[in-house]
């Protein structure tokens, strides 16, 4: 099943500190809030560097799409990022603080609550085709540039921050089309959210949720 997430109609919520806003893109299970959710994708404009929210028992992960973003996550030394920089992972419940040197800055940000899911992230940066792993329960692309898709013989023309969901059944082939990379190194992302399996009462037994 594909769903299309459009970027303009995603609602923008500021943040209480007054220091960005957050357009959510997709959230799990339908209905769920940040207090509850077990996964969240979003994409964050920052406009004042500040602390992270605390998230205890979420896993994240950042990517910088606009900007220069530089992370001081507690135990670790500071880390610059712009776009193309890897992916940083990091515990929601770790002390975290975010300083934009260069001016307003957008970010990717992929949550997902620690034992019932987990994720990854892929980029693409050619055209051809877009790998969706068959086991994922959930896989977004969020376009980076107007682009096109295509699915079978259907093209989907996709502009910046557009995002497409894949439920299983997914696709046998994604492909990039004409995607035009210009100053950026990448042109879209793709998330890929499994399920973890839990343990249930019982020696040896073991179930998918």
């Known amino acids: 099943m594909m ?11 500021r943040w209480k500190n007054g220091k960005g806003v957050t357009c959510e893109i997709a959230i799990f299970p339908p209905g769920a809030t940040i207090d509850n959710f077990d996964w969240r994708v979003s994409i964050a404009e920052v406009s004042e560097g500040g602390s992270f929210s605390n998230f205890p028992g979420i896993d994240r992960q950042l990517a910088v799409l606009d900007g220069t973003i530089t992370l001081d996550i507690a135990g670790k030394s500071p880390i610059t990022l712009g776009p193309g920089s890897n992916i940083v992972a990091f515990s929601g419940e770790v002390s975290c603080s975010a300083d934009i040197p260069d001016g307003p800055a957008r970010d990717l940000n992929v949550m997902t609550r620690r034992g019932r899911f987990s994720s990854r992230i892929g980029r693409a940066d050619a055209n051809g085709a877009i790998p969706i792993p068959a086991n994922a329960s959930t896989s977004l692309l969020v376009a980076l540039c107007d682009l096109s898709i295509r699915i079978g013989k259907t093209a989907i023309a996709l502009k910046a921050l557009d995002a497409v969901r894949f439920e299983p059944p997914t ?18 992302y793709v998330i890929s959210l499994f399920q973890e399996p839990i343990a249930i009462s019982g020696e040896d037994s073991e179930s998918w949720q």
């Open 3 to 13: 769903t299309l997430h459009p970027a303009q109609a995603r609602p923008a919520a």
């Open 171 to 188: 696709p046998d082939a994604v492909e990039l089309l004409n995607g035009k990379r210009g100053r950026k190194p990448e042109i879209l």
